[in-house]
Nanobody
Framework: QVHLVESGGGLVQAGGSLRLSCAATARTITRYTMGWFRQAPGKEREFVAAISESAYITYYSDSVKGRFTISRGNAENTVYLQMNSLKPEDTADYYC???????????????????WGQGTQVTVSS
């Protein structure tokens, strides 16, 4: 069992930055692919970014590529999402997730992730 807790959300103006953190407890996340998803009001939860176990491979949705950066500190058992140049359309609840085994071609799929955090809210004002 992996317990994930997100933090770092808040209110920011368009063009600003936030750094989300996802702290894992109860088990090390070293062997997990870690992902970030988001869900805006009235919309389905969508993929944002993911990082492989080794941290050598990262994945991004087209909407955040070049603005967001996912990283992991295995020693800290934590995953981060640095969000720059934020836009009002980035407003959503952001969720951290862990996948024990996932083929690279399926990294963007919610169903591949075994554990989820409770989410942290990000609001970007125009």
């Amino acid at each position: 069992q992996v317990h994930l807790v997100e933090s770092g959300g808040g209110l920011v103006q368009a063009g600003g930055s936030l750094r989300l953190s996802c702290a894992a407890t109860a088990r090390t996340i070293t062997r997990y692919t870690m992902g970030w998803f988001r869900q805006a009001p009235g919309k389905e939860r969508e993929f944002v970014a993911a990082i492989s176990e080794s941290a050598y491979i990262t994945y991004y949705s087209d909407s955040v590529k070049g603005r967001f950066t996912i990283s992991r500190g295995n020693a800290e058992n934590t995953v981060y999402l640095q969000m720059n140049s934020l836009k009002p359309e980035d407003t959503a609840d952001y969720y951290c997730a862990a996948a024990s085994t996932v083929p690279p071609t399926r990294t963007r799929l919610r169903a591949e992730y075994d554990y989820w955090g409770q989410g942290t809210q990000v609001t970007v004002s125009s």
